[in-house]
């Protein structure tokens, strides 16, 4: 699986939409109803010229768009250097109407789009902070379940979950 930006530039926003749209169509859905409130957010951050510090990113398998979210770095109050934000993330149809879906395959994309978020704030995105936006309490389970994982990493100086959010220092 590959994370990478998607743009209206690189012309991966427009097969986003299509695909998304296709998909929905296959299950009888509008793709101008699926997740607008994300969707509506991502679709100017994809169609305005890039900027290094904010994209909309997305999680690639083969020919399929996974998932797709906002990134963003900045300076927030109560940290010393950068922090990539995880924002808005929206998976595929088929995880809301395909029912051979499994949750290893919802886990298996939420890893991947983690893993993406950190891969950004070591390269393209540098940050010393990483926080994460989930999309459901099933993700709050999720990094829950591994957040013992995650501290004993020699990867993060730190790890917590607060709310709604998982936020961890490189």
């Known amino acids: 699986m590959n994370f990478e ?3 209206r530039e690189n012309g991966k926003w427009d097969a986003l939409w299509k695909e998304w749209d296709l998909a929905c169509s296959e299950y009888d859905e ?19 010229p890039q900027v290094a510090s904010a994209g909309v990113f997305g999680l690639f398998q083969d020919d399929q768009i ?39 395959d919802y886990v298996q994309v939420l890893t991947e789009v983690f893993a993406g978020t950190i891969a950004q704030a070591n390269s393209a995105m540098k940050a010393k902070h990483a926080k994460l936006h989930f999309c459901s309490p099933a993700d709050k389970q999720f990094f829950s379940d591994i ?24």
């Open 5 to 7: 930006r998607i743009s």
């Open 30 to 48: 509008s793709i101008s109803e699926y997740a607008s409130s994300s969707l509506s957010i991502l679709h100017p951050l994809a169609n305005d």
């Open 66 to 104: 996974l998932a797709t979210c906002q990134l963003n770095v900045c300076g927030l109050p109560g940290y010393t250097g950068k922090v990539i934000r995880l924002r808005h993330l929206v998976l595929a149809p088929k995880f809301d109407f395909d029912e051979s879906s499994t949750i290893e």
């Open 147 to 170: 957040e013992l994982s995650l501290k004993k990493s020699s990867a993060f100086s730190s790890v917590a979950l607060k709310g709604s959010w998982l936020y961890v220092s490189l």
